[in-house]
Every structure is written in C-alpha cells, then in structure tokens.
C-alpha cells in the first residue's frame, strides 16, 4: 500500500493543498435560449389561423418540436448539455428523412385487389422540375412506378417530348403547355373522355381530365399552386379550388405540389372547402441528401373513394421532389 505523503511547511506544519473551485457547467443559457425559439416556432406555425403569413411556420412544426424537446432535454441534463440537444436534433432531422424511405413498400408489392363492386387505381402525383433536363430518368421512373393514372408537375421543355415515349404504356393522355405557365401533364391507362385547364382565375393553375366508366368517371386534377411569401395569393388560390371542387359532381382525385404541408392552414383549406380527404402525409421535398424533410406533395380524393395502400414515395430521377404514390379503389358507376 502506497503511504501518503503530506506536504510539510518550512516549520514541519502541514501544508493544505488551495480547494479546486467546481466548475459549473456551460450550455445552460444556450438551451434556453433554444427551448424559447422552438417553443416560439411552434407557436408561430400555429399563428396561420390569424394571420396567412405565419402559414409558412407550419412548413416546419416537426422541426420545431424536435428542437423543443432537445433543448428541454438539454436544459435538464447535468452536463453536456449542448452536445445532447445537438445530438437530439440531429438524430430527429435524420429520422423525419428516413421515414418515407422506411414505410414505402416496392411497386409491385403494392397492388391490392378491391373491394367487390369498385376498381383498383394506382395513383402518381410527381413534381418533375421544371429545369430537371434529365427526362430519360423521369421517364424510366414513371414507368417503373406503373401508375394507371400520373400527374406530372412542372414539365419543363425538355422533358415534353418523352411523353411520347410513353405512349405504349399511357396511350391517353392531357397536357396544357400551350397554354401559358401551364406546365401540367396527366398520363391514364383509362380512356380520358375529355380535359381542359386553367391557369388565369383566382385558383391555382390545373389541368384537370375526365376518365370514362372503365375507372369510375373519375374526374382527375393535376394542380400546382403558387407559395411563399406570396401566402395571402396562395390562400386566395386554395379557397378558390376548394370552392370549385366542391361545386363538381363525381367522383374526383387531386393531386399536386400544393407548397404547404398537412400542419398549414393552406392545406386544412383545401380539405374543408373541397369536402375531399387528403391520403398524403409523408415528406417528398426537398430530395437532397436522400432526407426529404417536408410533405408538400398531396393527393386528395373523394369520401367514396377507399385507401387500398400507401401512401409511398419512388425516386425523385434528377428532381428535387419524390413522387408520391397511393392505391385506391374507385366505386364503379351504378
């Protein structure tokens, strides 16, 4: 056993060593100051009832929550307390981009049969880019996603031209590019009884094509509204389309790039003022990194119409958007 040795004084006394001052530990000002801004976030995203422009809060209340909770956590914890709210929100960012990954299931691993009485429709909403060059990879991507029914959103002028490689597999289809700002398209399966589109009204720009009995007289819409800091437009625009879809007859699916998620006000509009149900949830944008963060890619579709699978993204071939796809089954007319 090792003796202890004390520390003697010029006079044989002993020597008391200074006492070490306990440090106290850093970050607790900074957590705070990050609990007061996430909880302020939340609050903001939920201002959009108030005032439209506090809408584009609700683009983040994930995020918001997610940085609440770290710098809770971060306050409460003895020590290390930036590292841990750090760590907390890194590991929820990576988590909200891995969730579409990780529920959506493989094409052909989605096909469900329908209940009796109604037809199975695979749906796909795709926000293509309008400067995405790369219409080989979209092309490829849709044919590999083998949707009856496709709603292409900024189909810039490079990729127009491969619709009619699509021909064999979507020998119906609707497009709008000679009408300005229009950049719309809808590929069907089904025969397509008629189409018109519209872009100079109150609503947004959409194209819109009516299927024949073979899928229900379904009446398709491909839309793409404007977004911030034009909020008040927007919000003009999805109150006009709510109004609209509202008015119509029939069965109806609405897909688009509506630039506001399921926690906006832009989006609880258009479901209470259209009547439809919205089957979308997951993030589609931006595709970056492979974590898409935000969910602003929707499809809408009638009470009647049943959820049979989905919804699931596929890739987003040179955009900065995932398609997003659903399975749903359309009651056959009477």
């Not at 996430?38 to 997610?66: E, P, Y």
């Not at 020998?171 to 589109?197: H, M, T, W």
Request: overall charge positive; proline content about 8%.
């Amino acid at each position: 056993m090792a003796e202890e040795i004390d520390q003697q004084g010029p006079d044989g006394g002993t020597v008391e060593e200074p006492s070490r001052k306990k440090r106290k530990p850093t970050g607790g000002l900074e957590s705070r100051i990050g609990l007061l801004l996430g909880l302020g976030g939340l609050i903001a995203s939920r201002l959009g009832q108030l005032w439209i422009a506090f809408d584009v809060f609700s683009q983040f209340t994930l995020h918001f929550a997610i940085v609440s909770v770290a710098f809770l956590l971060g306050v409460l914890m003895p020590r290390a307390k930036l590292l841990v709210a750090f760590l907390v929100i890194t590991i929820g960012v990576v988590a909200i981009g891995m969730w579409p990954h990780v529920v959506s299931r493989d094409p052909a691993a989605m096909r469900v049969p329908p209940p009796a009485g109604k037809t199975a429709l695979r749906a796909v909403n795709f926000n293509t880019l309008y400067r995405n060059d790369d219409a080989a990879a979209v092309a490829a991507e849709v044919r590999r996603l083998d949707a009856d029914v496709v709603a292409l959103i900024e189909m810039g002028p490079s990729k127009r031209s491969m619709l009619k490689s699509l021909q064999d597999l979507y020998p119906y289809q609707a497009e709008c590019f000679r009408v300005d700002y229009c950049n719309l398209a809808i590929l069907s399966k089904f025969p397509v009884a008629g189409s018109e589109a519209r872009v100079q009204w109150d609503g947004p720009a959409y194209l819109m094509a009516r299927l024949g009995p073979e899928a229900g007289n379904l009446t398709v819409m491909a839309v793409h509204t404007i977004r911030f800091p034009h909020s008040r437009a927007q919000y003009r625009q999805v109150v006009a389309l709510g109004s609209f879809l509202e008015s119509m007859p029939g069965l109806k699916l609405v897909m688009g790039d509506f630039n506001a998620t399921p926690f906006s006000r832009i989006i609880a509009t258009v479901q209470s003022r259209s009547g439809l149900k919205r089957l979308s949830y997951l993030p589609t944008w931006p595709s970056h990194i492979n974590l898409p963060q935000i969910a602003i890619d929707h499809v809408f579709v009638s009470p009647a119409i049943t959820q049979l699978s989905g919804p699931s993204i596929g890739q987003p071939a040179g955009s900065d958007h995932y398609p997003v796809m659903v399975e749903i089954a359309v009651p056959n007319p009477r």
